[in-house]
């Protein structure tokens, strides 16, 4: 019996690509780079905002102080695109008898700002951010941790996410997976317990 749903944030509840691919390009021109092709910016997401600066930059290049600078780029325009995937609110919904949480590598505060300019925050008592613990996701800690949280055991919840970091943070946790293909991320070859093509899809699968 499924019990609690976790989710990823974006490109798993709110699609954020555009946002988060020109606060990329606002970095790297602000530091003297040309843009880069927006699949490109977008492959780097999912890891945490430490590895996406990292990855944005030449190699080399970055500096501890550019993750606050990029951080305040992004802030400047969480919303200015990002919107909760079609669908997404009726599945809340349906689903408000059961434990919901986020468990993202998105910095806390910004997953909570991006939640509540979506008019998603009221559906979700947990947020777990990239910065919320001594480890992120693909560690299956922000998992374990959400799931005592929750007073949830692993076998009644359900991890959703499009990134091959959800993916091993479940498989890890012993939790059962769906991996969104409709997202940005990336597998990585990693099994999941169910694909899903849209939220559409989501919804035939837990109606």
Not at 37 to 57: E, F, I, K
Not at 111 to 126: C, I, Q
Request: with cysteine; aromatic share 8%.
């Amino acid at each position: 019996m499924i019990r609690a749903f976790l989710f990823d944030l974006d490109g798993t509840l709110v699609d954020s690509a555009r946002d988060l691919a020109e606060s990329v390009n606002r970095l790297r021109e602000e530091l003297g780079f040309t843009p880069l092709p927006a699949a490109t910016a977008l492959s780097y997401v999912g890891d945490g905002a430490t590895r996406l600066v990292q990855r944005a930059l030449p190699e080399g290049v970055y500096r501890p102080e550019h993750l606050p600078l990029f951080l305040r780029l992004y802030r400047a325009h969480l919303l200015d695109h990002s919107r909760c995937y079609p669908g997404i609110v009726d599945f809340l919904e349906r689903h408000r008898d059961k434990k919901l949480a986020v468990v993202s590598n998105k910095p806390h505060h910004l997953a909570v700002e991006l939640l509540r300019g979506t008019g998603l925050l009221d559906y979700f008592p947990l947020i777990l951010g990239g910065d919320s613990l001594t480890q992120k996701k693909p560690h299956p800690l922000p998992v374990t941790t959400a799931l005592s949280a929750l007073g949830i055991e692993a076998d009644a919840a359900i991890m959703v996410g499009d990134h091959y970091t959800d993916l091993a943070a479940a498989e890890a946790a012993g939790v059962r997976s769906v991996f969104c293909t409709y997202g940005f991320g990336d597998r990585r070859g990693l099994p999941s317990t169910w694909d899903v093509h849209s939220v559409s899809e989501l919804q035939l699968l837990f109606p």
